[in-house]
């Protein structure tokens, strides 16, 4: 069974920075691109970040450009958002996904088939 676990989310004050953490189990995607999307109260989850299966290649969403880094560690079947400079407006769940086959990077929902339970992330002002 696959399970995507992710850790690392909590209360920061605005300004702050938080490194989130995202362990695979039940198979490897070291050929796989995964990502991060979330989603705030009252609104639909949005693409954050992905990294291609190498992580040489990452791309982002317009608002966290310059502040978020995604980044990747085969061996250990993870990937992490480090995310600085963080505002309220980034306060939401933060949910790691893979996709299932072999491709490039992707930024739809649509695009991943294995899904964490998310982490919450709060950003006071």
């Known amino acids: 069974q696959v399970q995507l676990v992710e850790s690392g989310g909590g209360l920061v004050q605005a300004g702050g920075s938080l490194r989130l953490s995202c362990t695979a189990s039940?198979?490897?995607?070291?050929?796989?691109?995964m990502g991060w999307f979330r989603q705030a109260p009252g609104k639909e989850r949005e693409f954050a970040a992905a990294i291609s299966w190498s992580g040489g290649s990452t791309y982002y969403a317009n608002s966290m450009k310059g502040r978020f880094t995604i980044s990747r560690d085969n061996a250990r079947n993870s990937v992490f958002l480090q995310m600085n400079s963080l505002k309220p407006e980034d306060t939401a769940v933060y949910y790691c996904?893979?996709?299932?086959?072999?491709?490039?990077?992707?930024?739809?929902?649509?695009?991943?088939?294995?899904w964490g339970q998310g982490t919450q992330v709060t950003v006071s002002s």
């Open positions: 996904a893979a996709r299932k086959t072999a491709g490039g990077l992707a930024q739809y929902q649509y695009n991943y088939d294995y």
């Open positions: 039940g198979r490897t995607f070291s050929n796989n691109a």
